[in-house]
């Protein structure tokens, strides 16, 4: 059973950096392409930011310069390392994985429950 567990989620101010963690168990990360989403209520959640097995990387612009994914193949953890955080970036943040067939867009077939980002201004 394929489980993805988010953490690093919390309260911060404006400008703040935040370290997201995702540890994956029940499959062989290594062959798998990783990649973090966000939601807010009543929105379609979207690609934050997205690894392949092979290190190719994606970015939401507004991520960019910000944000750095990254993965410890060897310890089946995923990591979004995001600075200069904005009330924007809001607020639940999931980790998800793919076969490693994809590229960072996905599609996505195994989700973590999330992790609560909260900027304040």
């Known amino acids: 059973q394929v489980q993805l567990v988010e953490s690093g989620g919390g309260l911060v101010e404006a400008g703040d950096s935040l370290n997201l963690s995702c540890a994956a168990s029940?499959?062989?990360?290594?062959?798998?392409?990783m990649g973090w989403f966000r939601q807010s209520p009543g929105k379609q959640r979207e690609l934050v930011a997205g690894?392949?097995?092979?290190?190719?990387?994606y970015y939401l612009d507004s991520g960019k310069g910000r944000f750095t994914i990254t993965r410890d193949d060897a310890k089946n953890t995923g990591n979004l390392k995001m600075d200069s955080l904005k009330p924007e970036d809001k607020p639940v943040y999931y980790c998800?994985?793919?076969?490693?067939?994809?590229?960072?867009?996905?599609?996505?077939?195994?989700w973590g429950q999330g992790t609560q980002v909260t900027v304040s201004s």
């Open positions: 998800a994985a793919a076969d490693s067939r994809w590229g960072p867009h996905g599609p996505y077939n195994n």
């Open positions: 029940g499959l062989t990360f290594s062959r798998y392409t």
């Open positions: 690894i392949t097995h092979g290190g190719g990387t």
